[in-house]
């Protein structure tokens, strides 16, 4: 059989892999394994970004995923580093966390939403 080229994402990097079937227990042995990643490695998503509206602060989905638990309340004071909210992402779940000080003012998702990558989920101001 012939060997099929694969390229495969392993902690945010990326292989290179030749992939023959194997048939009747007939397993051929390979020394020329490539160890070193083909792109370079994709930066964590796990921080939210944030963006100015006038002396508002927006924070936005770091990633697509499902919102677990919501942890501030609109008119709550909150200081940079406070977890705002649980986003679960690839079966592991993410604090949202404010980048500034301020008072939240909108909450625009809820416990169980589903959200896509910079979709807005608090306004602080």
Known sequence: ???????????????????????????????????EPVAPPVT?????????????????????????SIKCAVGQPVKAGDVLLILEAMKMEQEIKAKSDGTVSEIKVSA???????????TIS
Request: cysteine-free; proline content about 6%; aromatic content about 4%.
């Open 1 to 35: 059989m012939a060997l099929r080229k694969f390229k495969i994402k392993l902690e945010g990097k990326i292989f290179e892999a030749e992939v023959e079937e194997i048939i009747d227990g007939d397993s051929p042995v390979f020394s020329d394994i490539k160890k």
């Open 44 to 68: 964590s998503a796990a921080q939210p970004k944030t963006s100015s509206a006038g002396s508002s602060k927006i924070v936005v989905a770091p990633m697509p995923g499902k919102i677990i």
């Open 112 to 122: 169980g939403s589903t959200v896509q990558k910079d979709e807005i989920l608090i």
